[in-house]
Nanobody, 122 residues
């Protein structure tokens, strides 16, 4: 089992940057692909980015390509989401999740964090 705790959210102006972190408990962190999702009020939870177990493969939603970067440090049991050139439409609660394989669908993920709020002001 994996427990995930996100941090790093906050309020930032449009064009600014934030780095989210997701720390995982357990000795099986390296067995899981990790993903970031986000959910705005009244909307479904959407895929943002994912990374495979070794960190050699990453995938992104079209809306964040070129602005967001996902990475992981298996020695620290942590996955990161560097977010640059933030836009008001990036405002949402951001969740990290663990899956047996890289995927864009929420149903593929077995474990979820509690989320961290990101608010981008215009």
């Amino acid at each position: 089992q994996v427990q995930l705790v996100e941090s790093g959210g906050g309020l930032v102006q449009a064009g600014g940057s934030l780095r989210l972190s997701c720390a995982a408990s357990g000795r099986t962190f390296g067995l899981y692909a990790l993903g970031w999702f986000r959910q705005a009020p009244g909307k479904e939870r959407d895929f943002v980015a994912a990374i495979n177990r070794s960190g050699s493969t990453t995938i992104y939603a079209d809306s964040v390509k070129g602005r967001f970067t996902i990475s992981r440090d298996n020695a620290k049991n942590t996955v990161y989401l560097q977010m640059n050139n933030l836009k008001p439409e990036d405002t949402a609660v951001y969740y990290c999740a663990a899956s047996r394989g890289v995927a864009k669908f929420t149903s593929a993920y077995d474990y979820w964090g509690q989320g961290t709020q990101v608010t981008v002001s215009s």
